[in-house]
């Protein structure tokens, strides 16, 4: 879904972290209004909505080799005011933590009571 999708330089920190056993899953998802390709020095959202994190599910899937990709999917309700959500991020915690990965797509309009369902993939 994502048109660009980034693992910025927080990301890494996590996936040496979990390679040594160590470290949170990054299974949070976060949504925002952002439009701004993501670059490796992002650390959060451009512009984050109120909504809290969501803790998705993650699993393995098969892209082109064995387990190759971390999927999280995970839906995200909106409370709040209308607009369009032009950006989805996971993070290794319900509030603060680490960007794992940022990607910004065309936007979807929400209105208070609407859902989006978003499905993160890195394939490594």
């Not at 925002?32 to 020095?41: C, D």
Request: charged share 10%.
């Amino acid at each position: 879904m994502a048109d660009i999708l980034l693992v910025p330089t927080s990301g890494l920190g996590i996936i040496t972290n979990r390679l040594k056993g160590a470290g949170t899953e990054p299974n949070y998802l976060a949504s925002g209004t952002g439009t701004t390709a993501p670059v490796n020095a992002n650390t959060t959202l451009e512009t984050p909505r109120a909504e809290a994190r969501v803790a998705g599910t993650s699993t393995q899937q098969t892209t082109t080799l064995t387990n190759d990709t971390y999927r999280v999917v995970g839906t995200i309700t909106y409370s709040s005011t209308a607009g369009a959500i032009t950006e989805v991020g996971l993070f290794d915690n319900s509030s603060g933590g680490n960007l794992f990965l940022r990607g910004v797509f065309s936007p979807i309009s929400v209105n208070p009571g609407d859902s989006i369902q978003f499905t993160c993939n890195v394939k490594f």
